[in-house]
C-alpha cells in the first residue's frame, strides 16, 4: 500500500516479493526456483495455508511464473524456448489421467491489450472433432472465445459451465491478460495457476472466479502481464529519488502525488498488438506440444 493507492497484480510471485522486500516471512508459503534453460527463470510459489492464502491475497495452490526477458525480442528460437518451459511446466501442472482439454481463450478481442485468449485460441491446434470422428488417437482439444459481458450479455464462466457440462473435458486452461506491478514483466512473464483465474481482478475489475467449484472441472489459470498501473510508472519514478526518507515520510509523499484517480488508469507498450499476436504464439504453441507433440 503506498498512500491510499494500491498497487494490483495478477502475479503471485510479486505478491510474494513485497513481502520479501519488507522481510516479511509468511508461514504456509514456499517458494522454489528454477532455471532450466538460459535466459529463463522458473519461479514456484505454493500456498499451502490459510494463513499463507490471506497473507498473499490468493487461494491456496500452485502458481508457476516463467520469466523470459528475450520475448521481447522478435527472435524465433527465444520464443521456441520459452514455449517449451511453457509447455513443461503445463504438463507438470495439469492432473494425471486427463485426455481431454477445453481451452477458454478469455478477453475482449476488440482491446488489444485484453485479446491475449481469442489469440491464443485463433493459434491452437483443435483435435476434438478428428478424435471422435475419425477415431484419431491423442488429447481431445477444444477452444472456446467466450467473449465478455458487454458483447454476450452472460458471464464467461456461465457459457464455460454449459460447455463443461455438454463436453465433459478433463481439464479447462482459462487463457488471460494479465496486471503486474512491474513494468519489467510486461509482455514477458507466463503465470500458471492450479487454483483457476479471477477475470479482470487486476484491474479491479471483478468477474467471477472461474475454478473446479464453478465448473466442476480443475481449472487452470494461464496469462501474461500486458498491462500496469500508472500509480505504479509514478512510484517507480520517483522511489529512487526519496530513499532518504522514512518509510512513513515516503508513504505520505507518494499518497499525494498518486492520485485515487490512478487507480482506473492502466498502461501498455505501444507495440502491443505485435506482441499479443507473438505471445499467444507461444502459448499455443506450447500447449499444441503438450497435447499433440507439436512445436
Known sequence: MIGKYRMRTDLAMENQEKFERDHVEISGVEIEKKKRKAEIQTTIVKITSEQGA?????????????EAPLLLTADEEESRKAAEE??????????EACGSVLVA???NRGITPDALGPETVEQLNVTRHLVRTYGKKGWEVSALAPGVMAQTGMEAVEI?????????PDVI???DALAACSIHRLNCTIQLADTGIWPGSGVGNHRNALNQETLGVPVIGIGVPTVVGAGTIVHDAVAGVLESLEESEMDEFLGE??????ES???TTKEIDEMVRRLAG??????????SGEL
Do not use: D
Request: with cysteine; charged share 10%; hydrophobic share 50%.
Open 257 to 262: 502525488v498518486i492520485s485515487p484517480a490512478l
Open 173 to 175: 486452461l482459462a487463457v
Open 105 to 107: 481463450g478469455l478477453g
Open 282 to 291: 507461444v502459448l499455443a504453441a506450447g500447449m499444441n506440444q503438450a497435447f
Open 265 to 267: 488508469l492502466y498502461v
Open 54 to 66: 490471506k497473507m498473499m491475497g490468493k487461494p491456496k495452490g500452485t502458481y508457476v511464473t516463467i
Open 86 to 95: 511453457f509447455s513443461n511446466c503445463l504438463m507438470e501442472m495439469v492432473p
Open 160 to 168: 464455460l459451465r454449459g460447455t463443461a457440462e455438454q463436453t465433459h
